[in-house]
């Protein structure tokens, strides 16, 4: 899902579809293909060697299929029991508030989205407050506070057109929330059309990561500046 109200468009470009191309929502990751005449066509990324970045996709009336959110546990006793609805599986990234450091012990969150925290650690983990970035499907509720209630498709025909982001600064969720990212990443073609940092995609050439999920915010800033 593309964050309209704080992304900038500055260039874009209707590209076809092709067949199979797997855009189902607005800021996805974009690569070239064949289509059938020998041209370019848009599909989502899959995450694979030699993928070409296009851009990000624009689709006004999709409804987004991934959002972002951002969860706070400590190790206290009276944290337990916690669940994320609707979760991604293995979708989540948990650091420690005060170093910054990954967690992997003593906060998990399981495939269904149940969160394990162990509350018998021992000296300054007692209480230590964790952050959980994480990826979940969206309610209809959701969809339709965040969209309005019109019209939306699922899936766009092979050969209609999409609208590829070129150039401005984009707010996305759909990027892996699992990674540690930086300012001025440079990210790759990820899985299901997602942002990658590091895997086996593409350079999106033109592209660098401008602001960070927080809470609050939890999405990934991208500048993009692909011509």
């Known amino acids: 899902m593309i964050f309209h109200d704080k992304s900038r468009f500055d260039g874009s470009m209707p590209y076809p579809t092709a067949q199979n191309h797997g855009i189902t929502d607005g800021g996805m990751c974009l690569?070239?293909?064949?289509?059938?005449?020998?041209?370019?066509?848009?599909?989502?990324?899959?995450?694979?060697?030699?993928?070409?970045?296009?851009?990000?996709?624009?689709?006004?009336?999709?409804?987004?299929?991934?959002?972002?959110?951002?969860?706070?546990?400590?190790?206290?006793?009276?944290?337990?029991?916690?669940?994320?609805?609707?979760y991604t599986s293995g979708s989540a990234r948990v650091v420690r508030n005060d170093t910054g450091a990954a967690e992997t012990t003593n906060v998990t969150v399981a495939n269904d989205g149940t969160i394990t925290v162990n509350a018998s650690g021992t000296g300054n983990d007692v209480g230590t407050g964790y952050t959980i970035t994480y990826s979940y499907a969206p309610t209809q509720g959701e969809v339709l506070a965040l969209v309005g209630d019109w019209d939306r498709v699922s899936a766009l025909d092979a050969g209609a057109e999409v609208g590829v982001a070129l150039q401005g600064l984009f707010f996305v969720t759909n990027f892996d929330t699992t990674a540690a990212w930086a300012i001025n990443d440079v990210p790759k073609t990820g899985p299901g059309g997602t942002y990658a940092k590091g895997g086996s995609g593409g350079d999106c050439v033109g592209v660098r990561v401008a602001a960070l999920p927080k809470a609050g915010q939890p999405y990934l800033g991208l500048e993009i500046h692909v011509r």
């Open 31 to 86: 690569v070239a293909v064949a289509d059938g005449a020998g041209g370019r066509a848009a599909a989502a990324s899959k995450g694979v060697a030699n993928e070409v970045y296009l851009g990000g996709s624009i689709l006004d009336v999709a409804a987004p299929t991934r959002l972002v959110g951002v969860k706070a546990v400590s190790t206290a006793a009276a944290e337990q029991k916690q669940f994320i609805s609707n």
